[in-house]
């Protein structure tokens, strides 16, 4: 199995610092990721050998540390099933999630989501990655999803959401159109009493806000960029609705109506971000997919 290190050589300016801040400091490992790793006999080296994290360090040498663990912990089961890779590489993948997969195990899904595909495709690859998600997508929304391959990149990665670092751009269908063919919803989000599921604008709850823009409209239609200022359940479905343009299909929110679509016409189609461990930023595209884009085809103008 193909396990992933974190390397350092020591330059002089280094010479005799302890391993421990080096770690830290210089290679930005948290406490909680070390407490993983220290006790494998390859988690903490000097060139290859084992050591503390209270050794002092000596110009020339290389001090690496294990990202990776050699057995998953997530628990996870792993199954065969349609993946969709936009990038991977030992820290990283994105995928295009396809609409009606669930992203996490749970009940009555133990066998069939995508965290089950993934540790699929690792096995299959001898890549001794885990299952570490950095965000969600609902079931029925589509589109691009970074999950984390260790907890390293999931901790730097999960630090940058909800921030600039951390772009994420949605292409909705909605019924009607927005008051306005720009603006920000910035309305508090809560639990609707009395459901498990639902949620609604509510003065006591979380803050939220949705930056949206009008890139088309068609006949009883329209074709929304959405972004993300934080990331409550449902947001955009909430505050389309709050809007009184619900998402084509929403039978939360709107209208189910099957002979349209069969979910809330919603897709995750930019993502932005920098990679964990080199700082390097990213970019990707999901195109709006078939089910989507029939809802503001010309064919479908009254």
């Not at 984390?148 to 730097?156: L, T, V």
């Amino acid at each position: 199995m193909s396990a992933r290190y974190l390397a350092l050589k020591i330059a002089p300016e280094l010479a005799g610092w302890e391993v421990n801040t080096l770690l830290r400091r210089t290679l930005g490992l948290s406490g909680t990721v070390l407490r993983r790793v220290k006790w494998l006999e390859d988690g903490i080296t000097l060139d290859g050998a084992r050591v503390n994290v209270r050794a002092r360090v000596r110009e020339g040498q290389t001090l690496a540390v294990r990202l990776t663990g050699p057995t998953p912990t997530s628990g996870v089961v792993p199954a065969d099933g349609p993946l969709d890779i936009v990038f991977e590489d030992p820290d990283l993948i994105v995928l295009n999630k396809a609409p009606g997969v669930l992203v996490h195990p749970g009940h009555g899904h133990f066998h069939d989501t995508l965290g089950n595909f993934l540790m699929y495709h690792y096995k299959m690859t001898g890549d001794e990655s885990d299952f570490h998600p950095v965000h969600r997508l609902d079931k029925g929304t589509s589109g691009l999803l970074a999950v984390a391959k260790h907890p390293f990149a999931q901790e730097k990665l999960k630090g940058q959401l909800h921030t600039g670092g951390f772009r994420r751009t949605y292409l909705a269908v909605c019924d009607g159109a927005p008051p306005a063919p720009s603006g920000t919803v910035d309305a508090p989000i809560g639990p609707v009493d009395g459901s498990l599921m639902a949620r609604r604008v509510r003065p006591d709850g979380k803050p939220a806000r949705t930056h949206y823009r009008v890139l088309r409209s068609c006949g009883p239609r329209s074709l929304l960029e959405l972004e993300l200022e934080t990331g409550r359940t449902h947001q955009i479905r909430v505050h389309m609705a709050h809007l009184g343009c619900p998402l084509t299909g929403d039978f939360l929110y709107g209208k189910e109506d099957a002979s349209l679509i069969s979910r809330p016409a919603l897709h995750s189609a930019k993502l932005e971000l920098a990679h964990p461990v080199t700082g390097e930023r990213l970019r990707f595209d999901a195109p709006l997919p078939g089910d989507m884009s029939e809802l503001i085809s010309k064919e479908d103008v009254s």
